[in-house]
């Protein structure tokens, strides 16, 4: 028997306690050190927990939306540096959100990693042995390669159900039928799942490591990749099955949903100098013209030469870079974008894809199929 | 139109007929109250695909209740959830749809209930406005320029962002600092008018100002306001009046905040007596408990964290007892220096092409200063009355001219509602308040070859002694020379060297000195205190009784300064001549008559190019006269004066070695750009080598028209006088004088009537003076209505006019007649004299029901002449561009005067 999760409990609430008063005294405040592997140092204080962590460095850029970002399994590894000064504004709904977050030159560490790209790095506020730091940051495991999905999906399975008469996308649901979607956990974050069920869809979460006969013992009517931490060439047993599963059933798959059927349809990915993390990133659906603000967190993409298969067709175009931002195959009922359609933080321009994962789900069919010249519209460079 | 709030029927009654009075359709609207929720503002655009951006969220410190051009701004919002904001987004694309904006820019303003989290929609402004101007400054994306793109039909993904060069601009900006606008008032002008802030708007300017975080852009906002101010702070409370200022917000609300937390009031007490944000509290609780650690024998860290904070040097000095110069040299010791980051859109995500920089004190600098040929220009600071865009003007026509002359420009202003703050106007931009603290920073880091202070007004100039004393090199007219014409004691000394009529004039440093210079002098004395603009606190005083009760006032408004005493010559003419200097020549741009008689401040005046009544030998003494001083004075640049003429003497009353509010009147009028001028001057180039030996003329009649904010400040009489009240101007050109002033009158709001009902009151002195005034109408075919002094001298002299009651005489008064808009005309002058409830009700009724309303006897004439000009001929219109075609530059036909 799998277990139901009330994903609803989970809900940030809207209305936050005020911080007010929660501003310790600055002079109580320990030095704390960020070294990269570089030999960068970033002075600054720490809060919170005395401690020390690894990881690599990035920079998210969305103004609001600190509690999200920084609880997002997808940073699994990584130290996210806000660009945005003020974080705690508004509070958070729950205590434990995170350790140390030393107050450093936040700007200068982005055009740092901005030039250099992203670097690992040691924050400690327990040393200020320099060497000793970068030594260590250069000890720290690297993002390449590193399967980080299997240190952040869940241990066994779980349902989530559908929300009856849920608000806002749910109205789209199509003639109150209800769906059932294998959700490949990779990371997945929860304001994914309280739009598939908000949606109509009642969710059946399934460990990383599942595979494709497994998840079709479910007898789902779609299949769902999550996004997710880290590089995804080392998630194996995820490309594989992703392989047959798209052959078998209407497949979504978000970011690191999205590199794994890349993978899986027979691309590439490859690592982005500083990566995409922010609310404000412009995509283009070549379908429609259509820009759309979206939300993003990922340090890889997928390498265009996908579209040299004249099967799966280029979808959706990052204005900023001209990177792969998504894609669907011609024919079979199976899609994908890089960024994050359900937001949380960010704008909610793209809550469409969701209406279009359900269409798929009820007709089985491949979308409307697209002219060849929207695949044209690769841009150069990459 | 004026909103209002009410809290009971009693109130409400009332607000509701004066709305059903106000409106011309006799309709009012009634909203429910949003009193006290939070204000947020969204400023968006979208493209004719549909493609939707926010470019900047906005939270208002201060609650609903007061119109957010009176509030204190903050961008980015800063107590919103991402999912609070998304719900705010989702509701604006829907706006902006359903409204039908089809390309450009909208503002979208919400109130959140900060108990339910109610959200509702309270306003759409479907153009760009004052905040999309603020917004566009806030992020570095310009909405207008952007919007022009949309409107031709690009989307927004083929227009490129400027800053990052390589990125579209269907993007959301992402910015990493602290916008904090602030507005600027001037209700010390309006003294009649409630100072109390609520739905109307009702100040006049704004300061933005940019740090890494709230405190610090709070304080530089505050210090950059030139309110005398050093920051979060203000010495001259009364601790008294907290409670009440507390409840009900006027301009000096958030110094009271501040006073309160000092005082240890409660966060929460202060929350829910003004309805400001808890964040907010804490923010300044910070600032407050930083500053009670600072104090003599200061430590290095706390410094650098007052710093951070945004204290400036001038309130550390304070705090600490030492001077401002003592506080700046031990920062700098301590190696606490200010670095430069850039307003960049993308929060450093990709590398900016734009210096469009803000100061603040950590650790990396971007400003990157170039080994160019440089000069550093001051702007004007936040518009007020006497100092508003005119100045602008003349920073930007300024930077114009050096990089045409192969400098890099560096412009330093604070003033997000203009176009110098663009970041393409100069080579590189510091949007920073213009405290010497700021200014002498960026000096110290770019190291120009000199600085421009004769373009911004007094703000920049009041900078001139301590830049100087600094080694700074003040580019154009020396700072000594500047000083020598605002030292009034030294300046008359030169006008007595130079055999140049002045009136008698005193200086007078307490009560007793003035009374004794006033004596001396002979009533009525005009009396200011020194080093102001815009005739602040400037009044014209008939007795030593009136005179007490100035001094005391006058001396609160300006306490280092001593107050000024001089004869004021009534029934004068008063010119303004804007003029150039290079050293050794001196040309004349334009020679500008007032309409209205002396003791009308001049930018309250109808100015009109060329003189329409002056004697050409008058004329050649101005002219002379302006040769002299400039050249004594060594003017390299722009230099205003003032004359008034009074019988045959020609009397100098100010000479201003600065750009003046009537630069671009003159340089519209000529053709000529005067600061451009100005600029190739002090960047060497003589007037000759420009080709400018001659005094300049213009092709027709240019009159300028003061634009008035009475309308906004109910219970102000629109009584004009020393103090300058206009917050704008206008410009009519015609080759007929009555034309150019009726086109003046309209494009200023007042249509010039051709017929109809004209309602004359003067007062004694002044009934001999509009008798040919009457007499004209009446012989133009107007119907003559008086009040009973009046009527029964025009009676007497043949001209026929009615009897309408006073206010207080019976009914239908005049006020009725105007309300029922059985007037057309108003002439009423009580200027210099007593005047009477009657003469502020008409006045005022006159201006909310749009009735031209002349208070002086020239404007009077000019009004008669623009009568009979508009019955005459038709209205004819042309471009600047044909108006300068050069073969068309010639003298202007001699005017013919009523």
């Known amino acids: 028997m799998i277990p139901v999760r009330d994903t609803r409990s989970d809900v940030l609430d809207s209305r936050l306690v005020s911080p007010r008063g929660t501003a310790p005294k600055l002079e109580r405040r320990p030095r704390a050190l960020l070294a990269l592997e570089d030999g960068a140092f970033f002075e600054g204080r720490s809060f919170g927990r005395l401690g020390e962590t690894a990881g690599e460095v990035v920079f998210n850029t969305a103004l609001c939306g600190y509690q999200e970002v920084l609880t997002d399994p997808s940073y699994q590894g990584q130290i996210v540096t806000m660009t945005y000064p003020h974080i705690g504004n508004y509070g958070v709904n729950r205590e434990d959100v995170e350790s140390t977050r030393p107050q450093v030159a936040t700007r200068a560490l982005t055009r740092h990693l901005r030039t250099h790209g992203a670097k690992r790095g040691v924050i400690s506020a327990l040393t200020e042995n320099r060497d000793e730091l970068v030594d260590r940051a250069r000890a720290s495991r690297s993002m390449t390669g590193l399967d980080l999905a299997r240190e952040v999906t869940c241990d066994k399975p779980y349902r989530v159900e559908a929300i009856e008469g849920g608000d806002g996308d749910a109205r789209s649901r199509l003639g109150g039928r209800t769906f059932h979607v294998v959700a490949y956990d990779f990371g997945i974050k929860r304001n994914i799942l309280r739009m598939l069920s908000a949606a109509g869809c009642d969710i059946t979460v399934v460990p990383a490591t599942t595979s494709a006969g497994e998840a079709l013992a479910l007898e789902p009517d779609g299949i769902f990749l999550s996004n997710g931490p880290g590089d995804p060439e080392p998630c194996v047993y995820a490309i594989e099955a992703a392989r047959e599963l798209i052959l078998a059933k209407p497949t979504f798959g978000i970011c690191l949903g999205h590199q794994i059927m890349g993978l899986a349809c027979g691309g590439r990915t490859f690592k982005l100098k500083f990566g995409h993390r922010g609310a404000n990133h412009p995509v283009k659906n070549l379908a429609t013209g259509g820009v759309a603000i979206t939300s993003q967190n990922h340090g890889f993409a997928v390498l265009p030469e996908l579209f040299d298969d004249p099967d799966l067709e280029l979808t959706h175009v990052n204005l900023n870079d001209g990177t792969v931002e998504g894609f669907r195959h011609r024919g079979l009922p199976a899609f994908s974008v890089q960024y994050h359609p359900e937001a949380s933080p960010g704008p909610h321009d793209s809550h469409y894809l969701f209406t279009q994962f359900l269409k798929l789900m009820d007709s089985g069919e491949p979308p409307r199929t697209l002219p060849r010249a929207h695949a044209a519209g690769v841009p150069p460079g990459l | ?898």
């Not at chain 2, 719900?87 to 820019?105: C, F, H, L, P």
């Not at chain 2, 309805?275 to 910070?286: K, R, S, Y």
């Not at chain 2, 050409?616 to 230099?639: E, F, Q, S």
Request: charged residues 25%.
């Open chain 2, 1 to 898: 139109m004026p909103g209002a709030s009410t809290y009971n029927g009693d109130e409400f009654e009332a607000v509701v007929a004066r709305g059903l009075d106000l409106s011309p359709v006799h309709e009012i609207l009634v909203e429910e109250s949003v009193l006290g929720w939070k204000e947020y503002e969204l400023e968006v655009m979208r493209d004719h695909a549909d493609n939707f951006v926010v470019i900047c969220s906005i939270e208002n410190f201060d609650p609903m209740g007061i119109h957010t051009g009176d509030s204190v701004t903050v961008a980015p919002a800063q107590t919103l959830t991402d999912r609070e904001y998304q719900a705010m987004r989702n509701a604006a694309r829907r706006v902006i749809r359903e409204v039908g904006v089809e390309t450009g820019g909208s503002n979208i303003q919400f109130a959140v209930d900060p108990k339910s989290g109610r959200m509702v929609v309270i306003e759409m402004n479907p153009r760009v406005s004052r905040s999309s101007a603020l917004a566009s400054k806030a992020t570095g994306f310009p909405i207008a320029k952007i919007a022009a793109l949309l409107a031709i039909g690009y989307s927004l993904d083929e227009i490129k962002n400027d800053i990052t060069r390589v990125t579209p601009a269907s993007f959301e900006p992402a910015i990493d600092y602290v916008v904090v606008k602030i507005p600027r008032w001037a209700f010390e002008k309006f003294r009649e008018a409630n100072p109390s802030l609520g739905t109307q708007m009702k100040s006049v300017g704004e300061v933005m100002a940019i740090g890494r975080t709230f405190k610090e852009a709070l304080q530089k906002g505050l210090r950059g306001l030139e309110i005398g101010a050093s920051g979060f702070s203000r010495d001259d409370l009364d601790d008294g009046r907290i409670q009440e200022m507390l409840l009900t917000p006027d301009p000096d609300r958030i110094f009271y905040v501040k006073r309160a937390l000092d005082l240890g009031w409660p966060q929460e007490k202060i929350h829910q007596m003004t309805g400001i944000d808890p964040w907010f509290l804490d923010q300044m609780q910070q600032i407050v408990e930083l500053e009670k650690t600072i104090g003599p024998g200061v430590d290095r860290e706390t410094l650098r964290e007052a710093k951070r904070m945004g204290f400036s040097d001038a309130r550390i000095a304070t705090l600490t007892g030492v001077s401002e110069a003592e506080a700046r040299v031990r920062r700098q010791r301590e190696g606490i220096l200010p670095v430069y980051k850039r307003v960049d859109t993308c929060a450093a995500e990709f590398e900016s092409h734009t210096p469009y920089l803000y100061s603040t004190y950590e650790q990396e600098s971007e400003a990157l200063p170039t080994e160019r040929r440089k000069v550093m220009i001051l702007g004007s600071g936040p518009n007020r009355i006497g100092q508003g865009i005119e100045f602008d003007y003349c920073c930007c026509h300024g930077s114009f001219a050096f990089q045409e002359e192969g400098y890099e420009t560096i412009m330093v202003n604070c003033n997000p509602e203009t176009v110098s703050t663009d970041y393409d106007t100069s080579d590189r931009l510091y949007f920073e308040p213009l405290t010497f603290e700021d200014v002498m920073n960026i000096v110290e880091l770019e190291r120009p070859e000199g600085v421009v202070i004769q373009f911004g007004g007094q703000t920049p100039l009041k900078l001139a002694l301590p830049l100087h004393r600094a080694g700074v090199r003040i580019l154009g007219t020396s700072p000594d020379a500047i000083d020598l014409a605002e030292d009034r004691k030294r300046f008359s000394a030169l006008l007595s060297a130079l055999d140049i009529p002045q009136p008698r004039s005193g200086t007078a440093a307490s009560l007793g000195e003035a009374k004794e210079v006033a004596a001396r002098i002979g009533y009525p004395v005009l009396v200011r205190p020194s080093y102001v603009l815009g005739g602040r606190a400037m009044a014209i005083v008939y007795d030593e009784a009136h005179l007490e009760g100035y001094v005391r006032e006058a001396v609160s408004a300006s306490p280092e300064h001593p107050v000024l005493v001089d004869c004021f010559l009534e029934d004068a003419y008063e010119v303004d001549v804007d003029a150039l200097g290079d050293g050794d020549r001196v040309v004349i741009g334009g020679i500008m008559e007032h309409i209205e008689e002396a003791g009308i401040h001049s930018g309250d005046s109808s100015a009109v190019l060329p003189p329409y009544k002056i004697a050409p030998r008058h004329l050649d003494t101005i002219r002379d006269m302006t040769r002299r001083l400039g050249l004594a004075l060594k003017v390299r640049g722009l230099m205003n004066v003032q004359f008034a003429i009074r019988g045959d003497t020609v009397y100098v009353l100010e000479v201003n070695p600065r750009a003046s509010r009537t630069v671009p009147f003159v340089s519209k009028a000529t053709g000529v750009p005067l600061a451009k001028v100005a600029a190739r001057i002090m960047a060497g180039r003589t007037l000759q080598e420009q080709g400018m030996t001659e005094d300049l003329g213009v092709s027709r009649f240019f009159i300028k028209t003061p634009v008035f904010p009475f309308m906004k400040f109910p219970g102000s009489d629109i009584l004009l006088g020393p103090e300058m009240k206009s917050t704008g101007e206008v410009m009519g050109i015609s080759e007929d004088f009555g034309i150019a002033f009726a086109k003046a009158q309209a494009a200023a709001g007042n249509m010039v009537p051709t017929e109809g009902t004209a309602f004359i009151s003067v007062n004694d002195y002044d009934k001999g003076g509009v008798l040919p005034h009457a007499r004209a109408l009446h012989e133009i075919g107007f119907q003559i209505i008086a009040t009973r002094g009046t009527a029964e001298f025009l009676n007497a002299q043949g001209v026929p006019a009615e009897l309408v009651f006073k206010v207080n005489e019976g009914r239908p008064n005049v006020v009725d007649r105007i309300k029922s808009r059985g007037i057309h005309l108003i002439i009423n002058t009580p200027l210099g004299r007593e005047s009477f409830y009657d003469d502020g009700a008409i006045r005022t009724n006159a201006i909310l029901h749009g009735v031209l309303c002349v208070t002086t006897l020239t404007a009077a004439a000019a009004t008669v002449q623009a009568i009979r000009a508009l019955r005459k001929h038709a209205v004819t219109v042309s471009t600047l561009q044909e108006i300068h075609q050069p073969a068309e530059r010639v003298e202007p036909l001699a005017a013919a005067p009523v």
